[in-house]
């Protein structure tokens, strides 16, 4: 069973910078592609960003475009997700999420190929 760990959450005041971490301890994500997703108080669950582990391509959700970054660390077996300039609505929960045999394309614009889901990490960005 894969689990995926999620840190680096917590309270930052807009124009503020927090890097989430997606761990998969145990586990390589060497080929899979990893997305981070996020959901506020009464709305949908909305894709942020994904990565393919193996060739490096990215996606990322126009909100977000310029402002965070998503990369990996293959020896430390993790995801980041660096975010600058944090809007107050950027306030939610994000997870990570891992798909083998899948494209960022599909993860983040179909919500297909999931088969891993982390607990997530809390956001809130407030002055």
């Known amino acids: 069973q894969v689990q995926l760990v999620e840190s680096g959450g917590g309270l930052v005041q807009p124009g503020g910078s927090l890097r989430l971490s997606c761990a998969a301890p145990g586990f390589t994500l060497d080929y899979y592609t990893i997305g981070w997703f996020r959901q506020a108080p009464g709305k949908e669950l909305e894709a942020v960003s994904c990565i393919n582990v193996g060739d490096d391509s990215t996606y990322y959700t126009n909100s977000v475009k310029g402002r965070f970054t998503i990369s990996r660390d293959i020896a430390k077996n993790t995801v980041y997700l660096q975010m600058n300039s944090l809007k107050p609505e950027d306030t939610a929960l994000y997870s990570c999420?891992?798909?083998?045999?899948?494209?960022?394309?599909?993860?983040?614009?179909?919500?297909?190929?999931?088969?891993?889901w982390g607990k997530g990490t809390l956001v809130t960005v407030s002055s």
């Open positions: 999420t891992a798909g083998g045999l899948v494209t960022v394309q599909t993860m983040c614009t179909q919500r297909g190929g999931m088969d891993y």
